[in-house]
C-alpha cells in the first residue's frame, strides 16, 4: 500500500490550502482514511478521519475550519484547510485502515507526510 500526499506550502494566516492524499495497493472504498499532523517538538495528532460510511471525526482544534473528504473513484482523499492559523503549522501525514466501532480509528498505511506552515 501506497499513500502519497501533497498540497502543502507556505500561507498567511487566514488562507487556505487543500492537501490530497493518493492512495495505490489497498481496498480503498472500504478503508476508513484520515489525516494526522506533527508540529516540531510535539506528538503526532488526529487532525480528522472519514471512515467508508462517509462518517467524520475531527479534532476540537480544526471544527469548523478544516473538511476531510474522499473521491472512492480516485482512491484520494482530501482535507480542505480554512482560516488557518500558526498553531496548525505541521507535517501532515495521510492514512488508511480500519475502523471498530468498539474501539475507533486504528490507522495502518501512512503516507510521507506534507508540510504546511502557517506564517505571515
Known amino acids: 500500500v501506497q499513500l502519497q500526499a501533497s498540497g502543502g506550502g507556505l500561507v498567511q494566516p487566514g488562507g487556505s490550502l487543500r492537501l490530497s492524499c493518493a492512495a495505490s495497493?489497498?481496498?480503498?472504498?472500504?478503508?476508513?482514511v484520515g489525516w494526522y499532523r506533527q508540529a516540531p517538538g510535539k506528538q503526532r495528532e488526529l487532525v480528522a478521519f472519514?471512515?467508508?460510511?462517509?462518517?467524520?471525526t475531527y479534532a476540537d482544534s480544526v471544527k469548523a475550519r478544516f473538511t476531510i473528504s474522499r473521491d472512492n473513484a480516485k482512491n484520494t482523499v482530501y482535507l480542505q484547510m480554512n482560516s488557518l492559523k500558526p498553531e496548525d503549522t505541521a507535517i501532515y501525514y495521510c492514512n488508511q485502515g480500519p475502523y471498530y466501532t468498539s474501539g475507533g480509528y486504528y490507522p495502518r498505511y501512512w503516507g510521507q507526510g506534507t508540510q504546511v506552515t502557517v506564517s505571515s
Open positions: 495497493g489497498s481496498i480503498f472504498i472500504t478503508n476508513t
Open positions: 472519514m471512515t467508508s460510511g462517509r462518517g467524520t
